[in-house]
Structures are given as structure tokens and as C-alpha cells.
């Protein structure tokens, strides 16, 4: 979760689970990776842009779209670069919302962030 000048970015996933749906940047790890350097580098691959002042929001087990996650739900703030689209066969157009009013529907995920991001509320069980 993004921000820059109060709103946050968001993508319309396609061409994998959720497609159709709206989400933050995210990604998976590789291996050896730290979180904060995958953060950095998904970012950065995705959109283009760099963050900083990166920390965790939220922990969570996913059981969603026929996957099994332990998720690490980050929040973050622009540092620099513009958005771009770097991988448009992912994502449609990248966009900064206000928090109040970001598009719909939701990707499985963006419920949780919200949910912390409101309450301070830090762990979701899927199970």
C-alpha cells in the first residue's frame, strides 16, 4: 500500500487469479530476498517508481483463487519516479486514489490492508 500526497496506487489485475479486480504492487520473493528488498524491487518492476519508509502493516494465511499464501501486507511512501505500466500483459493502468474512494471490486487481499490500515488490526487466519 502506496501513498503519495494522500491518495494510494492501485492496478486492475489481468491474466491471473483475480483478474478484473483491483490491487495494490506486490509480488513474491526470491530467494536469499529480504521483504523490504522484494518490496523495493517488485515495485520498482511493476510501476517503476521507488518507495521508502517501508513497514509492515499486517500478517496474514491466504486461502484464496486456488493458492496458499503467508502474506506480508506493507505499507510504504513514493520516493520517486513516475508511474508506469512496466508490465501491461499483468495490469491495466496504474492510478493514485483517494483512500476513500478506491475502485471496485476488490482484489482478496485489499480488504485486510484496509481493515489494518483503519483499526491497527495486524494478523487475518484465512483457516
Not at 44 to 66: P, S
Not at 98 to 125: M, Q, R
Amino acid at each position: 500500500m502506496i501513498f503519495k500526497g494522500g491518495k494510494v496506487l492501485m492496478g486492475e489485475r489481468k491474466g491471473a487469479h483475480g483478474s478484473g479486480e483491483y490491487a495494490f504492487p506486490g509480488g513474491h520473493l526470491e530467494f536469499g530476498e529480504s521483504i523490504l528488498s522484494a518490496a523495493k524491487r517488485e515495485v520498482k518492476e511493476e510501476v517503476g517508481i521507488e518507495i521508502q519508509n517501508i513497514n509492515l502493516l499486517y500478517c496474514a494465511n491466504l486461502v484464496k483463487y486456488g493458492k496458499h499464501y503467508a502474506q506480508f501486507g506493507l505499507i510504504a511512501d513514493w520516493k520517486s519516479g513516475e508511474v508506469q505500466n512496466k508490465e501491461k500483459d499483468k495490469c491495466g493502468d496504474w492510478k493514485w486514489y483517494p483512500v476513500t474512494k478506491l475502485p471496485k471490486p476488490f482484489f482478496g487481499t485489499v480488504p485486510w490492508y484496509l481493515e489494518a490500515y483503519e483499526t491497527g488490526k495486524n494478523f487475518f487466519d484465512s483457516k
